[in-house]
């Protein structure tokens, strides 16, 4: 078992900047890897980011390319995503999950989920 919790949300200005943490516990975390997906309202979950174990090895949503950075401290058990010059469109519930080691993108490839963190950004 894998247990996640995700802080950093809130209320941002468009062309501001978020740091969004995953705190994970239970089996050993470099053992997996580690997404961000989102929700907006009335919309499905979609896939943001994801680093493999190592966190050498990352990918990206073509909407938050460029913009958002996924990063994880194995020692600290933490993913990260930092996210800059956010747009409304970012608005959404940001969920962190982990899934067994490679570069997983599809939703069902991810076994533990977090409960979300709400990030709202205002134009």
């Known amino acids: 078992q894998v247990q996640l919790v995700e802080s950093g949300g809130g209320l941002v200005q468009a062309g501001g900047s978020l740091r969004l943490s995953c705190a994970a516990s239970?089996?050993?975390?470099?053992?997996?890897?580690m997404g961000w997906f989102r929700q907006a309202p009335g919309k499905e979950r979609e896939f943001v980011a994801t680093?493999?174990?190592?966190?050498?090895?990352?990918y990206y949503a073509d909407s938050v390319k460029g913009r958002f950075t996924i990063s994880r401290d194995n020692a600290k058990n933490t993913v990260y995503l930092q996210m800059n010059s956010l747009k409304p469109d970012d608005t959404a519930v940001y969920y962190c999950?982990?899934?067994?080691?490679?570069?997983?993108?599809?939703?069902?490839?991810?076994?533990?989920w977090g409960q979300g963190t709400q990030v709202t950004v205002s134009s």
């Open positions: 999950a982990a899934a067994p080691p490679g570069i997983p993108t599809r939703e069902y490839e991810y076994g533990y």
């Open positions: 239970g089996r050993k975390f470099s053992n997996y890897a």
């Open positions: 680093a493999n174990g190592s966190g050498r090895s990352t």
